[in-house]
């Protein structure tokens, strides 16, 4: 038994041992690649040597400088988050496409940041993660994104960017997540987004709100998953119930929507439909009543009629998501039905 005992303990010893190896081990100081440290430096130049970059000294390992990671087997940089600098003056540098192994690229809230985007980036065929938000950058969504064959999500909300949505984006086999949110698009939402998806069944996240997108919803979308969908704010019309057939959070509202509600079928787990501010006709369909995890149904300012379906859930909507139509009718409005 002691025997045993001390067998125990030697074992937990060396665990112990070997894990307080491992541990300086991984706390050992990476060792920064000689071209990434000078990709880095070239950035640092190329954006005028600001003091957001002070401990980028070459005495220490580039992988422990502000806003950089490497990755801990390869050493190599993969990610470069730049965040929240109104100093930070001029356009993005084209030496940020000498981090060849980039997998993630961040920009965000540097509204000093201008020009467009460089198409130099075009190189960073590992990204996984584009972000460039909240800047000045403008010009095009350049084609060249197509290009970026690992990229599983794009954010470029909030900048000045102008021209189309380019279609090839849809050539992306794993792009689910896309933000292109207040900036000044125009033209129609191509059709093929998402329908080359590698997992067919993986959710998507859409936001294209507060752009000048025209044309309609593509009827193709009804077979995309959505779990957040939003393009309010543009100047779509037509029909927009391709994006409740599989949408859980659905926003439409402030667009030229013209169709009829009466024959929309929503997804059974939808959570979230605001279709205010449109030209929607027809009435409120039965099965709103049944969609026990809907919290938010806002059907205001449209064209529809016709009795608002009762029951429990119902009672989660008051007469503002309502308001404003032509002919509805019942609780919680204060005007009863004819019958
Ligand atoms: C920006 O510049 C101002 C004035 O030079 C300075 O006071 C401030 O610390 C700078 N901010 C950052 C984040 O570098
Ligand atoms: C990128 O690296 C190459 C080769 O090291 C170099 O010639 C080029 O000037 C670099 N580009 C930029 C924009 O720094
Ligand atoms: C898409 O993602 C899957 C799973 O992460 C990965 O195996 C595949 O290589 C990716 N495709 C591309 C083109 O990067
Ligand atoms: C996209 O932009 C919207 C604002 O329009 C924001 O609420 C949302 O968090 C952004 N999504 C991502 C994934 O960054
Ligand atoms: C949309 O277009 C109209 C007219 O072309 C323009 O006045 C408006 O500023 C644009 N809005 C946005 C968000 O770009
Ligand atoms: C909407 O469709 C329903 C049938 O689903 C039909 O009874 C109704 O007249 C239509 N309303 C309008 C305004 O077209
Ligand atoms: C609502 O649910 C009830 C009970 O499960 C069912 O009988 C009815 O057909 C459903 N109505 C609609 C419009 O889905
Ligand atoms: C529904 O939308 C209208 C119009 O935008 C708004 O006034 C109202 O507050 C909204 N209702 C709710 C519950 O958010």
Not at 100 to 129: D, M, V
Not at 235 to 251: I, K, N, W
């Amino acid at each position: 038994m002691s025997m045993m005992m001390t067998q125990l303990h030697l074992l937990v010893l060396l665990l112990f041992v070997a894990a307080a190896a491992k541990d300086d081990d991984g706390q050992r100081q990476l060792q920064c690649h000689s071209d990434d440290e000078a990709a880095l430096l070239a950035v640092d130049a190329a954006l005028g040597s600001p003091y957001h970059f002070a401990s980028w000294t070459p005495d220490t390992s580039c992988c422990d400088w502000y806003d950089v990671d490497c990755d801990a087997d390869s050493g190599r940089v993969v990610s470069l988050t730049i965040f929240q600098d109104a100093n930070l003056t001029g356009a993005i540098p084209d030496a940020i496409a000498n981090l060849t192994h980039l997998r993630s690229l961040l920009l965000r809230h540097l509204p000093s940041l201008s020009g467009e985007i460089p198409s130099s980036l075009a190189a960073l065929t590992s990204l996984t993660q584009l972000t460039i938000s909240w800047t000045a950058v403008s010009g095009p969504i350049p084609d060249f994104i197509a290009e970026l064959t690992a990229l599983e999500s794009l954010d470029l909300s909030f900048n000045s960017l102008t021209g189309a949505i380019p279609p090839s984006l849809a050539g992306l086999v794993n792009l689910s997540g896309i933000n292109l949110s207040r900036n000044r698009l125009a033209g129609a939402i191509p059709s093929a987004l998402f329908s080359n998806l590698d997992q067919q069944q993986a959710d998507v996240y859409l936001w294209l709100s507060h752009n000048n997108l025209t044309g309609a919803i593509p009827p193709e979308f009804a077979a995309v998953s959505f779990a957040h969908v939003d393009v309010s704010r543009n100047q779509l019309t037509g029909d927009a119930s391709p994006l409740f057939r599989r949408g859980r959070y659905v926003d439409v509202s402030r667009n030229g929507f013209v169709f009829n509600m009466s024959g929309v079928v929503f997804d059974e787990e939808v959570t979230y439909v605001d279709v205010s501010h449109n030209a929607i006709r027809g009435g409120v369909p039965a099965q709103v009543a049944n969609l026990t995890s809907l919290q938010m149904f806002n059907v205001s300012y449209n064209k529809m009629c016709g009795q608002i379906p009762a029951g429990e859930n119902m009672a989660r909507f008051d007469a503002y998501c309502y308001q404003h139509n032509k002919c509805l009718c019942g609780a919680p409005l204060a005007n009863a039905c004819r019958h």
